[in-house]
């Protein structure tokens, strides 16, 4: 039993030998080591910037739906109230979305609060960890 393996081309026998193929396959595995890391970090930064897109798309329908009622929903009411009348409200002239409130990028519902501690509404997601505070691709994504 030989060494090498062997392909036939017209007639001549050529082969790669184990230490050639065991080569390639090490500058393959380099370089997967080098470029994985790197790609997966951009999908981190698309889900960020998917939040933040989502996040400002959410704050214009509720500047909308504050412009028909002359206030933000409750609290209570939450970011339902732009897809569905809330009971006691007389002025709604929704939906102000086309689709129901979308989650994060990570599965999650969006937090609303008013009033807000840093604007007259918060509206934020709390990143991939799905907890609040965090950094890089672990960071609160905010509206303030």
């Excluded at 009622?69 to 929704?94: C, F, I, R, V």
Aim: aromatic content about 12%; some cysteine.
């Amino acid at each position: 039993m030989h060494s090498t393996f062997q392909l036939r081309c017209s007639g001549m026998q050529r082969g790669f030998t184990l230490l050639e193929l065991l080569v390639v396959m090490v500058i393959i595995g380099l370089l997967a080591g080098y470029v994985g890391p790197k790609y997966f970090a951009q999908i981190g930064k698309s889900e960020v910037k998917t939040a933040k897109a989502q996040i400002d798309a959410l704050g214009k329908a509720l500047d909308q739906y504050r412009l028909d009622t002359g206030h933000y929903p409750t609290t209570e009411q939450g970011l339902m109230a732009l897809n569905s009348p809330p009971s006691d409200e007389q002025k709604w002239q929704g939906p102000y979305l086309q689709k129901t409130v979308p989650n994060d990028p990570w599965g999650k519902p969006y937090q609303y609060k008013y009033p807000g501690e840093h604007g007259e509404y918060d509206l934020w997601s709390f990143g991939k960890d799905g907890q609040a505070g965090g950094n890089d691709e672990f960071a609160d994504v905010v509206n303030w």
